[in-house]
């Protein structure tokens, strides 16, 4: 009898702990997936702030998605001046 209850006990105590460890990993993992979006100026589209072209322009700072936005967003913008 004694030998039954020690055994749920483990059983109990492996679930709870080592169990419980992946569910914490696994909370850490879509943490990291989270990003900022940025907002693409030129087509109004919003990207990841990681794989964003950046480039600075005067004190601001402007996100594209690609080369060819950033370059006809900056002709725009100089046209303006």
Known sequence: MKFLLILVLLIILYFRFVKGQK???????????????????NCGTYINKNS?????????????CSKKCAEEFLKKLQDSQ
């Open 23 to 41: 569910r914490v990993c696994q909370k850490k993992e879509r943490k990291e997936l989270i990003t900022e979006l940025v907002f693409d100026e």
């Open 52 to 64: 964003a072209i950046r480039i600075k322009f005067g004190d601001k700072e402007y996100y594209f």
